[in-house]
């Protein structure tokens, strides 16, 4: 949509979602391409050409009757939103020159226009700081942090922040933000216990129970690597089972379900992908010889 560089103003704050771990909303400042990083870090640090770019691309795709509850959604985001929406000013002062179209320049105009209605709002002290308390956007962000104690600590610093910056106007109608919050921190708490609790009686279960012929022990290495085609490789096991023998017993007593089972446990194929158990049956079913090599692209067992 924009077709020139974009000049980067010099956020101090740039909430985006990265899409690749939460589904982002129809608000939300995400990558909208498959070049771009989607957690916006480029060479080890957050990259704000990409934000600025991304913001805009997002206001564009906007209805114009969305630019105001979008500009607004950012500002509950925000710690400082006074100094994001002068930023989002000079984002769009220093980039009119790409600006090429109608449309683009009504949506800059209303953008503008809704900018200064915010400020003169949080100037007045009209704007409304407790809108950023969201739960659902707390159980939202959290979804992000992979372990439990980073998701705990994200809730006590969201608590804290509350409360430091109690809102004047509380709904009485509804739980308490902090409380909230506390249920959350309980209910994680409660699930990481259950989760060590299921772990420890796997593991002592693990301990009391020999492994079988075909299982991985956790010590056990990775898959092993097959460098040559999946059907030359099984056709190894076709001829020992099938084909060579030894006083009148094949050279390995086993089921083509057995085989099956351990190649597809112990290797995986020369792509490093895994191997399917279905395949490998129908490669060592005598009567698909179709699907094993022929002539010089079989391995002849002695």
């Known amino acids: 949509m924009l077709k020139s560089h974009v000049q980067v103003a010099p956020f101090k704050e740039h909430p985006i979602t990265d899409h690749s771990i939460t589904e982002p909303n129809g608000f939300d400042v995400i990558a909208f391409t498959q070049a771009q990083a989607s957690d916006f870090i480029v060479s080890d640090k957050f990259s704000l050409e990409q934000y600025c770019t991304c913001l805009l691309h997002r206001l564009f795709l906007l209805d114009k009757s969305d630019i105001k509850p979008f500009i607004q959604y950012q500002c509950e985001l925000l710690a400082e939103p006074f100094i994001w929406l002068n930023k989002f000013e000079k984002l769009i002062d220093i980039n009119r020159d790409i600006f090429t179209t109608k449309e683009q320049n009504i949506k800059i105009e209303k953008a503008l226009v809704i900018i200064e209605l915010i400020r003169q709002e949080i100037q007045s002290n009209k704007f409304n700081p407790s809108a950023q308390y969201s739960f659902d956007k707390v159980q939202k962000k959290i979804k992000e942090y992979p372990s439990t104690e980073e998701k705990l600590s994200y809730l006590m610093e969201a608590k804290t922040k509350y409360l430091q910056n109690k809102p004047q106007l509380i709904n009485p109608n509804e739980v308490p933000f902090n409380e909230k919050i506390d249920l959350e921190i309980v209910l994680l708490k409660d699930?990481?216990?259950l989760s060590k609790k299921r772990l420890k009686t796997f593991t002592a279960t693990e301990n009391k129970s020999p492994l079988g012929p075909l299982k991985k022990s956790p010590q056990s290495p990775d898959k092993f690597k097959i460098n040559t085609n999946l059907n030359q490789f099984v056709d190894i096991f076709f001829q020992l089972i099938h084909e060579k023998k030894v006083d009148g017993k094949p050279y390995?007593?086993?089921?083509?379900?057995?085989?099956?089972?351990?190649?597809?446990?112990?290797?995986?194929?020369?792509?490093?992908?895994?191997?399917?158990?279905?395949?490998?049956?129908?490669?060592?079913?005598?009567?698909?010889?179709?699907?094993?090599?022929?002539?010089n692209a079989r391995f002849n067992l002695p």
């Open 191 to 193: 699930q990481d216990k």
């Open 252 to 295: 390995l007593e086993a089921s083509p379900n057995e085989l099956a089972e351990m190649i597809a446990t112990w290797f995986k194929d020369k792509e490093g992908k895994e191997i399917s158990i279905d395949t490998i049956k129908t490669i060592l079913k005598p009567s698909r010889y179709e699907k094993r090599p022929k002539g």
